[in-house]
């Protein structure tokens, strides 16, 4: 077997393949072009599309070039998915998305040297292909008993399904077939969500230029309750800073259960296997230590926003906790742990709380009797600082970077306030 297929097997990235043994045999022969699609949905990728990254820099690191499409036409219409029609987009919005994430997979691949990653855009190629076209040159090799027998389109032709989302597998497939016949592509890779797609563009290549391609699925990444890896209560983790901050991304990766930390180690840190499996142990034999999480959120962080970013939130962590000051983080990363902690607003920096109604405001407690208890007992603190009197009432002199506060209780329990005006 083929060293990369046995580490991406290792890794858990393979959930669907065609021919392992002839895929191996192609990767061995020499320099294979690559490729995987990002549809711009939404403004940003998410923490599925980067396990298709982390495919690609696996297979770049071997000396394969990947190919990055980003769907500027495929976009406009969105693959069809169980929950129901997608809702389409304006064309403006797709192409404020088309670049936005191209910046995005462009800083995580690397674009430079012979096998240099490619960005490609199949709005290039789609723009001028007339209906007339597309039916003649790519639907004629489409059975629609095949495309009715799609898990996700049997699962909507009860509620209904437009023709649009229905054929959207044409041009995924015609993605495939162009990259083969401009660039010489002979791979996709993809989430198993999109296995049917993949295959439809393998055979679709058969058909019409009678060649062999292949494919491989990676699988869909779930909690040990078997929910959405990626998704919290707030939404989903996406890789744009805007959106999720650094902060928030590591703290996520930081909170990983143990029975899956390592599993989601393998797939998105790029450590060598002996490493990861000493890691592994330690964790098993010290679970408390939280190794393995450590490890996952310093690495994707460092990956997907930089190693300052990710030390700025380590830092913001140890601060939020009583480990260093406050007063040493920036007006940034401070709203980012206040939004994280779904800071309780203040209207009026001239008329700020109590400390008592502060801590009843952030959640810290559940009522003011319990926070005049909570600082009798010394174990109420503003910005690190142990408070004594229950009749004490913030000043601005408490107000960090001039808008936030952190309050906490004991050693885990914080909350925040912050000003609106």
């Known amino acids: 077997m083929n060293v990369l297929i046995d580490e991406l097997q290792w890794r858990g990235l393979i959930a669907h393949s065609t021919d392992l043994d002839a895929l191996s045999a192609h990767l061995d022969a020499g320099s294979v072009s690559s490729y995987v699609g990002f549809d711009p949905t939404a403004p940003s990728i ?9 495919v690609q820099r696996a297979l770049q690191r071997a000396g394969h070039q990947p190919f990055l499409l980003v769907g500027g036409s495929t976009g406009l219409i969105g693959d069809p998915k169980q929950a129901g029609e997608r809702v389409m987009n304006d064309e403006e919005t797709v ?28 709005l290039d190629w789609t723009r001028t292909i007339s209906a007339l076209d597309l039916l003649r040159d790519v639907g004629k090799h ?4 095949r495309m009715l027998d799609r898990e996700v389109v049997k699962s909507r032709l009860e509620a209904g399904i437009s023709y649009t989302e229905f054929s959207y597998v044409l041009l995924q497939s015609l993605d495939f077939r162009e990259l083969y016949r401009t660039y010489g592509v002979t ?4 989430g198993s969500d999109q296995w049917g797609n993949i295959t439809a563009g393998i055979d679709l290549i ?17 909690k040990a309750d078997g929910t959405k890896f990626g998704k919290t209560e707030s939404g989903t983790v996406w890789l744009d800073p805007e959106m999720t901050s650094p902060y928030a991304f590591h703290q996520y990766f930081l909170n990983a259960e143990d029975a899956m930390v390592v599993a989601y180690l393998k797939v998105f840190s790029e450590r060598p296997r002996e490493e990861i499996e000493e890691i592994a142990r330690q964790s098993a034999d010290k679970p408390h230590l939280r190794i393995a999480q450590r490890a996952l959120a310093d690495d994707i962080t460092d990956l997907v926003h930089g190693r300052a970013e990710r030390e700025s939130a380590a830092a913001a962590a140890a601060a939020l906790f009583g480990q260093s000051e406050l007063h040493d983080l920036d007006a940034r990363t401070l709203a980012a742990v206040a939004k994280e902690l779904d800071a309780a607003p203040v209207a009026n920096a001239t008329q700020l709380p109590s400390v008592v109604e502060a801590l009843v405001a952030t959640g810290v407690v559940a009522s003011k009797s319990a926070a005049r208890r909570t600082i009798d007992e ?3 603190y503003v910005n690190n600082v142990k408070v004594t009197d229950p009749e004490a009432v913030l000043s601005s002199d408490d107000l960090l970077q001039g808008r936030f506060v952190v309050v906490r209780r004991g050693r885990k ?9």
């Open 187 to 190: 791979m996709q890779t993809g």
């Open 142 to 145: 489409f059975s629609v008993n």
């Open 95 to 122: 192409r404020g998305w088309v670049e936005r994430i191209r910046a995005q997979v462009g800083r995580l691949i690397d674009l430079d040297g012979e096998r240099g990653a490619r960005l490609v855009n199949n």
């Open 46 to 54: 998410h923490m599925g599309n980067l396990v298709q990254l982390m």
């Open 206 to 222: 058969r058909r019409s230029e009678g060649a062999r391609a292949h494919g491989v699925g990676t699988p869909l990444l779930t």
């Open 378 to 380: 010394g174990g109420a």
């Open 413 to 421: 329990t914080v909350g925040a306030l912050a000003l609106t005006d």
